[in-house]
């Protein structure tokens, strides 16, 4: 005596798929001597580029405003700080995109950069008329 309700249904299960194999850019594929090489140039430049870029947030704004501007600068390097870990993550979906992604931000970053005005050989702007001024 089975009644529709006392009734199990078969379940079916299919096999897991097969693994996808990893697409990797040809031209990094056995070049660890490279890699190592440019990730330590890389290094050394944010260094450099740290030391310049509080030089230069110094220069660039007002007394009244000069450590306001260099203390949001420093805590949005240490948001980045925090985010750069996470960008290897990104390797999950493509083993090549953590690489795109560190090297496409300097490279943005560097041509931002351009539009920033000269600040060499000019006195440090005591208010905010003498930023307007130059």
Do not use: W
Not at 118 to 134: M, S
Request: hydrophobic share 40%.
């Amino acid at each position: 005596m089975n009644s529709a309700s006392e009734q199990t249904p078969e379940l079916h299960t299919a096999p897991p798929p097969a693994p996808r194999p990893r697409k990797r850019l040809p031209c990094l594929q056995d070049m660890r001597p490279l890699r190592s090489a440019l990730a330590l140039l890389g290094l050394g430049s944010i260094g450099v580029a740290f030391t310049c870029i509080s030089i230069y947030t110094g220069e660039l704004f007002p007394t009244v405003l000069r450590m306001t501007a260099v203390g949001l600068g420093q805590m949005s390097a240490r948001g980045g700080a925090i985010l750069g870990p996470l960008v290897r993550l990104l390797g999950v979906h493509h083993p090549s995109l953590p690489l795109l992604v560190y090297g496409a931000v300097p490279v943005l970053s560097g041509l931002t950069a351009l539009l920033l005005p000269e600040t060499q050989h000019l006195p440090l702007p005591d208010t905010i008329q003498d930023v307007q001024n130059q």
